[in-house]
């Protein structure tokens, strides 16, 4: 069973900046492709960015290009979220998981979701 544990978010003023972090477990990290999916209330879950393993290939979702980054460590097993110029609509919870750099989207048949870490942007 894969366990992630999502770190770094908080209450930020439209413009700043956060770093998440999520250390994952249960799985041989290097090998799988990672990345970042996000849930506001009301919506469904969608996936904000995601990288190979070997961290040549990367998707951002169209809402965070140019404004965010992705990027990984494989000795430590954690993923990286660095979201700059941020805006109220990226208020959600983010969560990483396994995934496809080419689209974005979870890796099928997922569905060990962590706690997640919550983004709050204000106006």
């Known amino acids: 069973q894969v366990q992630a544990m999502e770190s770094g978010g908080g209450l930020v003023q439209a413009g700043g900046s956060l770093r998440l972090s999520c250390i994952a477990s249960g799985l041989t990290f290097a090998a799988y492709s990672m990345g970042w999916f996000r849930q506001a209330p009301g919506k469904e879950r969608e996936g904000v960015s995601c990288?190979?393993?070997?961290?040549?290939?990367?998707y951002y979702g169209d809402s965070v290009k140019g404004r965010f980054t992705i990027s990984r460590d494989n000795i430590k097993n954690t993923l990286y979220l660095q979201m700059n110029s941020l805006k109220p609509e990226d208020t959600a919870m983010y969560y990483c998981a396994p995934c496809s750099p080419l689209d974005g989207r979870v890796r099928f048949g997922y569905n060990d979701w962590g706690q997640g870490t919550q983004v709050t942007v204000s106006s």
């Open positions: 990288i190979s393993w070997s961290g040549d290939s990367r």
